[in-house]
């Protein structure tokens, strides 16, 4: 439980109505963001230029407390990731904000980002179980600041809604990016159960401690739609993505959930905001979610969106696809108005869609065979092999000039050759994806989670990629408890940086 600690977000919020307006900040500070582009950046916490890996286990129990949560961090080096170069951060880690309490859910979800233009990335941890005074699951989130020796615990920032309510759930999912060039660092949006906020840091490093996070704007999307918007659409948020769709050099944002309401409920629709030099605003909003990624698929400078709806209901609410994944095309206009629809039904896609599949419950785009063009996971948790119940499998598209094709895909399951462990009910393989490459040789290998493995453990699964992509030859494993932290139905894996 936390006091309302209102001093860190002393700017006030407000509705937008016509674009999600960025007060003026100081010239730039030495250091800056990464790349906008969606396969450009990395999470680099200790500034090697090697990518970092963050994984979220809220589950975990940590001083005792059991679901309060934590994250573990993996530095990259020419050799990849191991378990030997890592972290821990809790709510008990000393200079965290707050203290580890009971279903806090710290880690529930993660990003990274260059907060503050220092030239290391920034750890974003969403706690959506936090008590703010007598007000459950109010939420919040914690800032972990990057330096040469990797992620700190002190001087950590905590950020809250202006006014907790019960419920909020404030931290739900967070992401970063240079969304403005007002700003010297990368901007940080997080959601609540409505709505969408913004915060900046727009002071030089050195001035940090005197200068927290400012709370730029709020965007109401469940609750109700700005009087700008030509058509209502209930939103109930559930994710977040970046990417520089028109190459402008400003990263865009995305907010993807499901339609909430009597009409059509149910459905994944994604709100479009495009980001530019002095504001981010609404482009409109497109079917698609509550799953998002982003990257160049086709190679032509353009990111593009890539959206799951593991839940596809028909007319009559029911689901029957076993899940549908959208991709648009990003041009010098924008995000594409036109969506090419993908199942495990598409030609040269393995499997068959059947009910239940979850296809598209998660995404990661990277070029996984350093060919210039991003790849698509798709993890299907709810996948069941054989006679095994929602033991869950994984699936790699391929990108190329004219875009996403089903040939040459890939897919795996705990049962496929090379791959460690059995399928077993319940294990949700492929609940979380994430393509990462850990020792900077151009080609991304996949990371598949099932937070479930073990009766709720969590485990990661490690799959290299060479000159034809990801394989599952030499695989390996790691829970929490490889880490050197609690790992009894930690939930490990449930979240995993993208």
């Known amino acids: 439980m936390r006091k309302n600690r209102s001093a860190a977000v002393a700017a006030a919020s407000f509705l937008i109505v016509s674009g999600l307006a960025v007060a003026a900040a100081p010239a730039a500070v030495a250091g800056t963001p990464g790349g906008t582009h969606a396969n450009d950046r990395n999470s680099d916490f200790d500034g090697d230029g090697y990518e970092d890996v963050l994984v979220g286990a809220p589950g975990a129990t940590v001083s005792g407390k059991k679901g309060a949560g934590l994250v573990t961090v993996q530095y990259g080096s020419s050799r990849g990731i191991g378990t030997s170069d890592v972290a821990r951060f809790s709510q008990s ?240 206009e924008g995000i594409s108005q036109d969506v090419k629809w993908w199942t495990q039904d598409a030609p040269g896609v393995p499997g068959t869609a059947e009910r239940g599949d979850g296809w598209g419950a998660d995404l990661s785009v990277a070029d996984t065979d350093k060919d210039g063009y991003a790849d698509v996971a798709i993890g299907a948790p709810g996948e069941d092999i054989g006679t095994v119940a929602d033991a869950g499998a994984v699936w790699v598209l391929r990108g190329t000039a004219a875009g996403l094709t089903g040939t040459g895909a890939k897919s795996w399951d705990q049962n496929s050759a090379d791959i460690p462990g059995a399928a077993e009910k319940g294990d949700k393989w492929g609940a979380q994806v994430r393509l990462t490459d850990p020792n900077r040789d151009g080609r991304f290998g996949l990371l598949a989670s099932a937070p479930g493995e073990n009766t709720g453990d969590g485990v990661v699964w490690v799959l290299s990629a060479g000159a034809g992509g990801v394989t599952a030859a030499g695989s390996w494993t790691y829970g929490a408890g490889s880490l050197g932290a609690p790992a009894q139905d930690a939930a490990f894996g449930a979240a995993v940086d993208e």
Do not use: C, M
């Not at 859910?105 to 179980?129: E, K, Q, R, S």
């Not at 965007?219 to 109700?224: D, I, M, R, T, V």
């Open 93 to 332: 880690t000393a200079g965290v904000a707050g203290a580890a309490e009971a279903a806090d859910g710290f880690g529930t979800a993660v990003a990274t980002g260059d907060l503050d233009a220092d030239g290391y990335d920034d750890a974003v941890i969403g706690i959506p179980g936090e008590d703010i005074g007598d007000r459950a699951d109010a939420g919040g989130v914690a800032i972990l600041w990057g330096s040469k020796e990797g992620l700190k615990g002190a001087a950590s920032d905590w950020l809250q809604t202006q006014e907790p309510t019960k419920g909020e759930k404030f931290g739900s999912a967070v992401t970063a990016a240079r969304l403005t060039g007002d700003t010297p660092g990368d901007v940080l949006a997080v959601l609540d159960r409505d709505d969408l906020e913004l915060f900046v840091y727009d002071a030089a490093p050195q001035a940090r401690a005197a200068a927290p996070l400012k709370r730029l704007a709020t965007e109401h999307l469940a609750s109700g739609r700005t009087a700008a918007r030509a058509e209502e659409r209930h939103i109930l948020p559930k994710s977040l993505t970046t990417g520089d769709y028109d190459d402008d050099g400003y990263a865009d944002l995305v907010v993807s959930g499901v339609t909430v309401g009597d009409e059509e409920p149910g459905h994944g629709w994604s709100a479009y905001f495009k980001g530019g030099a002095d504001a981010l605003t609404h482009q409109g909003d497109l079917r698609g979610g509550p799953a998002a990624a982003s990257g160049d698929i086709n190679g032509d400078g353009f990111d593009d969106l890539v959206t799951g709806e593991p839940h596809s209901p028909d007319d009559g609410g029911e689901t029957t696809t076993g899940g549908l994944v959208g991709v648009r095309y990003g041009s010098a």
